[in-house]
C-alpha cells in the first residue's frame, strides 16, 4: 500500500498515467480509494486557485509581490 503523500509527489512529479498503471496493478484496494482521494484533492486545488468578486467572473489568483 502507498500512502497518501507518496501518491501525491508520484502524481505531480510523473502525471497520471505513471499513477494510474501502478493502480491498476496493484492487488489492494486500498491503493485505488488513496488515488481517487488524491485526484479528488488535486481538483479542488484547482478550484481553489481561483476568486470571484461576483459569482459570475472568475480569476486566477496570483501573488501580488
Known sequence: MISDEH???CLM??????????VTRSQDIQD????????RHVE?????SFVTKDLVSFEKI????
Open 44 to 48: 479542488v486545488l484547482k478550484i481553489t
Open 32 to 39: 485505488a480509494i488513496d488515488y481517487i482521494r488524491t485526484e
Open 7 to 9: 501518491l501525491m509527489q
Open 13 to 22: 512529479s510523473y502525471g497520471r498515467a505513471t499513477v494510474q498503471d501502478f
Open 62 to 65: 496570483t501573488d501580488s509581490d
